[in-house]
């Protein structure tokens, strides 16, 4: 017999019976405890949330053993010749590099000769150079870098006292040295106490002292040694306060050198003014052979 479909059949189920049809209770159970895994339970064998996260947590996978960083040094490239040919030329020589390293040599009229060609092969023609050349007969013996200065003079001018007995004439000299600086001049009057003996000896350098003065002193009185610088000798001839006929013997400080290692015809300045004095009648006493030429 089919059942009445007007009836109301819900309204007839049984309290406790499931609202799906066909399932029983145990099972709704089961589907309800299913639904919520993480709700606290209130019974003994309950377990907290943050256990089962624990529990439940993955092992992390162990990462492979990770290269220590290694130091890196930078190597300086090495020096090739050709690099260090290179350096070489961008240096510029100095004459104090160059001296330091060669020995010192004596000066020889040959250097004089040399240096005047030098000097005046610009300005002067081949006939004027050759009328220029010193005889050779005017230059005394050099030294050989042994001598003190007072044992070469002895030695180029053995008859020394007789001559400055011999010398009366003022506003002149007998024998003059010619050095770079006042300072040197002095000191080669201290290393020429053996040979001067008594004789007179004059300062002729502008250091401290003027011309006017200088003038003064040889017209008071005949001087036998003069001692200076070639700029302060030519002011004196130039002025007439020096006459250079009776000078019988010209010594030039040549083989000194400063602390530049330079000697005083290295110095432009210096070399420039010897020879402007040597045009002041110099040349020609050293070709009627009355006057003789020394490098010290």
């Not at 949330?49 to 290694?70: E, I, Y």
């Not at 890196?72 to 290179?86: R, S």
């Not at 003059?176 to 000896?201: P, Q």
Request: glycine share 6%; net charge positive.
């Amino acid at each position: 017999m089919a059942d009445d479909l007007g009836d109301d059949w819900w309204e007839n189920q049984p309290a406790g019976a499931s609202s799906s049809p066909g399932k029983s209770s145990d099972q709704s159970k089961h589907v309800i405890s299913w639904n919520f895994p993480f709700e606290a339970s209130d019974g003994e064998g309950g377990r907290d949330v943050g256990t089962t996260q624990q529990d439940t947590a993955p092992v992390p996978v162990l990462s492979k053993k990770t290269k220590q960083p290694m130091e890196c040094f930078l190597v300086p490239p090495k020096e090739t010749k050709e690099d260090a040919t290179k350096t070489k030329k961008r240096r510029k020589k100095k004459i104090t590099d160059i001296l330091a390293k060669s020995e010192p040599k004596p000066g020889t009229p040959e250097d004089l000769q040399k240096l005047m060609k030098d000097y005046y092969s610009s300005s002067r023609s081949v006939i004027e150079l050759e009328e220029l050349k010193l005889p050779d007969s005017c230059f005394l013996k050099c030294n050989d870098l042994t001598h003190s200065l007072s044992s070469y003079l002895k030695e180029i001018c053995p008859k020394w006292v007789k001559l400055r007995k011999n010398h009366t004439e003022k506003k002149s000299v007998l024998m003059l040295i010619i050095c770079s600086s006042a300072i040197r001049a002095l000191e080669l009057m201290r290393s020429m106490t053996a040979f001067r003996g008594d004789s007179k000896v004059m300062k002729l350098f502008a250091k401290h002292i003027k011309v006017q003065e200088q003038v003064k002193l040889l017209e008071k009185r005949a001087v036998h040694l003069g001692v200076g610088t070639p700029g302060r000798i030519k002011e004196l001839v130039k002025q007439g306060g020096l006459d250079l006929n009776p000078l019988k013997f010209l010594v030039f400080d040549w083989n000194w050198r400063d602390q530049k290692l330079r000697r005083m015809m290295d110095i432009p300045e210096i070399r420039k003014e010897v020879f402007e004095l040597l045009e002041m009648g110099v040349l020609s006493l050293c070709k009627s052979e009355s006057l003789k030429l020394g490098l010290f």
